[in-house]
């Protein structure tokens, strides 16, 4: 299990900032903003890829219960579709980061790049959901946020099997998409058939 680190700058209110669901075929991407107390300890607290579902929903309740602000932020596919899955994340990244009821003084977002928010700082940092605590809380909020999202959807269409998928290109998702064609919640921007379904 990585060894997170609380902070990267000492006596800085710091938020956290990442997303789920950039790669799906389907539904919206969530992003997610975190302010976590200093001492705060969240046993097994890690990277959401490399958690199982189980133990980001027993994390889910407890980082939104001692965290000192946290927000979820939602961009849909008309807005993937409108203005991409990169610049559709960092609007969903802006939503999580506006809704802090605690203004951070210095934002941590996971990734090489960001489009910066009005008048906070802001650091980069790659795999960053495996370093530091806060990016990591933001990284399993926006999982389990999104898959809550995906679940729901399933519902609506359940032969797209979303419910497993979570809306990812899988092969099984992908021959649903050619059996019954895309619905309002594909994004219609991405390549929904791989080249042997579309022969």
């Avoid at 902070?7 to 976590?36: K, S």
């Avoid at 990169?86 to 934002?107: C, D, K, N, Y």
């Avoid at 530091?132 to 959807?153: G, N, P, W, Y």
Wanted: net charge positive; with cysteine; aromatic share 4%.
């Amino acid at each position: 299990m990585a060894r997170l680190t609380a902070c990267h700058t000492p006596g800085v209110v710091e938020a956290g900032c990442d997303e789920a669901g950039r790669g799906c075929l389907a539904g919206p991407v969530v992003a997610a903003a975190v302010i976590l107390p200093l001492g705060l300890r969240l046993p097994g607290l890690n990277d959401s890829k490399q958690l199982s579902e189980a133990s980001r929903e027993r994390l889910r309740p407890l980082i939104e219960r001692h965290a000192i602000a946290w927000c979820v932020g939602i961009a849909d596919v008309r807005e993937i579709d409108t203005i991409n899955i990169l610049q559709a994340s960092f609007l969903a990244m802006h939503r999580a980061i506006a809704g802090l009821t605690t203004r951070p003084e210095s934002l941590l977002v996971d990734g090489n790049r960001f489009n910066r928010y009005p008048d906070i700082p802001h650091r980069c940092i790659i795999q960053g959901d495996g370093k530091f605590r806060s990016i990591a809380a933001a990284s399993v909020l926006a999982k389990t946020h999104r898959d809550e999202l995906m679940c729901t959807l399933h519902e609506e269409h359940p032969h797209f099997g979303w419910a497993v998928n979570k809306g990812y290109p899988t092969l099984a998702h992908r021959a649903a998409i050619g059996r019954h064609g895309p619905v309002v919640h594909h994004r219609m921007s991405f390549t929904l058939l791989a080249a042997e379904l579309l022969a």
